[in-house]
C-alpha cells in the first residue's frame, strides 16, 4: 500500500497553529479523525501519547511521525501537517519539527503502519524534498510530490524482480560492501542509516546492500553468497544482530546513529577493508560480537555507561523528589529530623529515598549484564546490595546499618565488574558441562554460584572499599578556601570539554556519587553543585553568544542559538554540541572557561545542591539560590564575551 492511498484530503493542513507538543498532537488527532476512520479520537490520542510516553517520535531532521496501533481506528490511514515556524518535539538532534505525519492502524492488522513508517523515513532523508513539502501551498500539490517521491524510491515490484533476477544472474554485480542497521525499536533510525548508507554509496558508484532489522522483522536480508561476495560488511546496530554468518570477514562494527551522521566515512572505510576479521563466538550465544580488537578503555567505558545510563532515571527522579522534601519541611520543628517532620515533606522523602536507594544496585547489576548479558544481571544487582549495606564477614551475622560503613560509589562499580567477569568465568566453566544441561545453566547454576562468588568477595573487600570511601569523604569535608575553589573549577571545566563524552561523564558521575554518601554534607551537595552549573553554562554561553554577536553565527546557528536558552537553564549540556563540532578551536575554549568560573564561583558562594538534575528548576532547593544564579550568569556573560572575542565575523572569514 503507497502512502498517498492512506491519506484524506481533509487530513492535511499545511499552517498547523500549534506552538508545543501537545497541542500540536491534539491538532494532529483532530486531522485523523476527519477522515472517519476512529471511532474514539480520546482514546486513539491516549495510544498517541502512550508511545510518546516511550521514545519520542521526532526522527530529526525537522520531522516528526508519531503513530499508534489501537483497537479505535477502524481502518489505517494517514494525517499530515506542516508547521512553518517549526515546534519543539523533543527530537534526538533538537531540532524544531516542521514536518508532521501521524499514523493510525487499526489493533490487529498486520504492519502496515511500520512499512509506511519505514517508507516515509526512508524518502524523508532527502532534504530537498522536505523543503518542497513545507513549501507547498496546495494540498493536491504536497500530496503530488510524495507520489513523484514515493514511485522514485519504490518502483514497481515487477521491476524490483527483474533486478533481483539480474543479480542472481550474474555474479559480477553482486555487491562488494553489505551492511546491516538495526535500533532498539527498529523503525525510523533503523531505515533512516539505511537510506544514507544507500545515497553515500550510489554517490560514489559503489555496489552496495543493506539489511534492515526492524520492528516489522528483517527487509532485504542478506544471502550467503552475498556475504561470501563482499569485500567488507558494516553493522551499524544498537541492539544485537545475527552476527555468525558474518564469521571470517571484514566487519565495521558501530551504533545506528553512525550509519545516519557518518555514512561517508564508513563507506570509505570498508572501501580500504579498514576492518578487523569477525571472528564468531564458539558458544553461539545471540548477542555474539568480537571485542578482541575492542581497546581496554573502551570495553571500560562502554561496561560504565550502560550501568550509569540505567542508574541515572532511579537518581534524577528519587533525588529531586528528597530535594523537594527539604524545601517543603519546616527546620524548626526538629532539626534532627529535617526532611520529615511535616507529612508533606515525609511523603516526598520517603518516596524519593527508595527510589534513590536503587542507584548502586542498579549501576552495579547493568554493568555486569553489559559484561555478561542477562545472567549477569541477578549477580551485580547484589554485589550493588552489599556494597552499598555495607555487609562483612565481621557484621553479617549481627549487621546494624548504624555501624555498616557502605563502600558506597565505588564498591557498586566494583561489584558490577567483578559481577560480570565472574559470570563469564562460570559460562567457561560450565561450557564443559552435557548439552541436556544447557537449559538450567541459566536459571540454576548462574544465578546459584554467581550470586554465593559475589557474596564471598564483596563481604571481603567491602571492608577496604570502605576505608578508601571514608577517607575520601574525610579529605572532601577537610578542603576549604582555595582548595574548594580549585576543585569546582576542575569539575565545571570537564563538563564543558567533551558537553557529554568522557570528560563530561567523567565529572557528573564523580557529582551524583557524592550524594550517595551516607550523612552526604554540605561538601558533597558542593560538588554536585559545582557540577550541575558547569554543564549549564555551555549552552548559555553560545545562546548568549548568539544573541549579541549575531555577524559570527550563520542564520541557522542563531535559530538554534534561542533553543539554546532553554536547553542551558534545564541543564541539558549536548545543546551545545553542534556549535562545537563545527568550530571546536574557539567555542570550546570559551566554554571550558566560563563552565570552570563558574564552578568556582558556586564553592566560593557555599551552594549546595541536593538534586541530580533539574537545572533551573530545582534553584530553590539549592542553598544560596541568589548566588548560584549570579554565578550561573556571570560563567555563562564571560563564556559568551569569550566567544564572540575568538570567533571572527563571517565577512571576515575568507
Known amino acids: ?216 522483522g528483517i527487509k532485504n536480508a542478506l544471502t550467503k553468497e552475498e556475504i561470501e561476495h563482499a569485500t567488507c560488511i558494516i553493522v551499524a546496530a544498537d541492539k544485537n544482530v545475527e552476527m555468525a554468518r558474518f564469521n571470517g570477514k571484514k566487519v565495521i562494527i558501530t551504533k545506528v546513529a553512525d550509519g545516519i551522521h557518518k555514512a561517508d566515512e564508513l563507506i570509505d572505510r570498508a572501501l580500504k577493508g579498514d576492518a578487523p576479521i569477525y571472528h564468531s563466538s564458539q558458544s553461539n550465544l545471540s548477542n555474539e560480537v568480537s571485542e578482541e580488537k575492542e581497546g581496554l578503555g573502551r570495553q571500560f567505558y562502554k561496561h560504565l555507561m550502560n550501568g550509569v545510563s540505567h542508574m541515572l532515571p532511579f537518581v534524577v527522579g528519587g533525588g529531586i523528589l528528597i530535594a523537594l522534601a527539604f524545601l517543603l519541611d519546616d527546620y524548626t520543628i526538629n532539626p534532627a529530623n529535617f526532611g520529615m517532620n511535616t507529612p508533606v515533606a515525609a511523603f516526598f522523602k520517603t518516596i524519593g529515598s527508595q527510589a534513590f536507594g536503587f542507584m548502586l544496585p542498579v549501576l552495579a547489576g547493568y554493568i555486569a549484564m553489559s559484561i555478561a548479558d542477562r545472567p549477569g ?103 576549604s578556601g582555595t582548595s574548594k575553589i580549585i576543585l569546582g573549577t576542575i569539575l565545571g571545566a570537564m563538563m564543558a570539554v567533551d558537553m557529554g563524552g568522557p570528560f563530561n561523564k567523567a565529572a557528573y558521575v564523580f557529582g551524583t556519587a557524592q550524594l550517595t554518601v551516607v550523612n552526604a554534607g554540605p561538601e558533597q551537595f558542593a560538588i554536585m553543585a559545582a557540577v550541575m552549573i558547569g554543564g549549564m553554562v555551555p549552552p548559555l554561553a553560545i545562546a548568549l553568544a548568539t544573541t549579541f554577536f549575531k555577524n559570527r553565527f550563520t542564520e541557522s546557528e542563531r535559530k538554534s542559538g534561542i533553543v539554546n536558552y532553554v536547553m542551558g537553564l534545564s541543564f541539558i549540556t549536548e545543546g551545545a554540541i553542534p556549535f562545537a563540532a563545527a568550530d571546536p578551536i574557539h567555542v570550546i575554549p570559551a566554554c571550558v572557561v566560563g563552565s570552570g568560573l563558574a564552578g568556582a564561583l558556586s564553592m566560593a558562594f557555599g551552594c549546595g545542591l541536593r538534586a541530580p538534575h533539574g537545572g533551573i528548576f530545582v534553584l530553590p532547593t539549592i542553598s544560596n539560590p541568589i548566588m548560584y544564579f549570579v554565578s550561573l550568569l556571570i560563567g555563562s556573560i564571560v563564556g559568551a564575551l569569550l566567544l564572540g572575542v575568538l570567533k571572527k565575523p563571517l565577512d571576515k572569514i575568507k
Open 377 to 479: 544481571l541477578a549477580v551485580g544487582f547484589v554485589g550493588g546490595v552489599l556494597a552499598s549495606a555495607g555487609y562483612t564477614f565481621a557484621n553479617y551475622m549481627n549487621y546494624s546499618s548504624d555501624t555498616a560503613i557502605s563502600a558506597g560509589f565505588l564498591g557498586a562499580l566494583l561489584a558490577g565488574f567483578v559481577g560480570g567477569y565472574v559470570v563469564l568465568l562460570l559460562k567457561k566453566l560450565f561450557s564443559y558441562l552435557p548439552d541436556s544441561l544447557e537449559g538450567i545453566k541459566p536459571v540454576l547454576l548462574y544465578p546459584v554460584f554467581g550470586i554465593l562468588l559475589i557474596a564471598l568477595i564483596m563481604l571481603a573487600i567491602n571492608p577496604i572499599v570502605g576505608a578508601i570511601n571514608t577517607g575520601l569523604n574525610n579529605f572532601l569535608a577537610s578542603m
Open 1 to 216: 500500500m503507497r502512502i498517498v492511498d492512506l491519506i484524506d484530503k481533509k487530513s492535511v493542513k499545511l499552517n498547523l497553529t500549534s506552538n508545543e507538543k501537545l497541542k500540536v498532537v491534539d491538532e494532529l488527532v483532530d486531522l485523523v479523525d476527519k477522515s472517519g476512520n476512529l471511532s474514539d479520537k480520546d482514546e486513539y490520542k491516549n495510544a498517541i501519547l502512550d508511545r510518546e510516553e516511550l521514545s519520542t517520535t521526532a526522527i530529526g531532521e525537522g520531522v516528526a511521525i508519531p503513530h499508534a496501533k489501537n483497537k479505535s481506528v477502524k481502518k489505517a490511514c494517514l494525517a499530515a501537517g506542516i508547521s512553518k515556524e517549526g515546534i519543539d518535539y523533543e527530537a534526538f538532534d533538537d531540532s524544531l519539527s516542521h514536518l508532521f505525519f501521524m499514523i493510525a492502524a487499526p489493533d490487529g492488522a498486520n504492519n502496515t503502519h511500520l512499512e509506511v513508517l519505514s517508507r516515509l523515513s526512508t524518502i524523508l532523508m532527502d532534504e530537498d524534498f522536505r523543503n518542497d513539502l513545507i513549501k507547498s501551498t496546495e494540498v493536491d500539490e504536497f500530496l503530488d510530490l510524495i507520489n513523484k517521491k514515493e514511485n522514485e524510491k519504490f518502483p514497481q515490484e515487477e521491476t524490483e524482480e527483474i533486478e533481483d533476477k539480474i543479480v542472481e544472474d550474474n555474479k559480477s554485480t553482486l555487491p562488494t560492501i553489505l551492511a546491516v542497521t538495526a535500533c532498539p525499536t527498529g523503525i525510523a533510525h533503523t531505515f533512516m542509516a539505511a537510506e544514507n548508507l544507500n545515497q553515500k554509496a550510489s554517490a560514489k558508484g559503489i555496489s552496495i546492500k543493506v539489511e534492515t532489522n526492524g520492528s516489522a
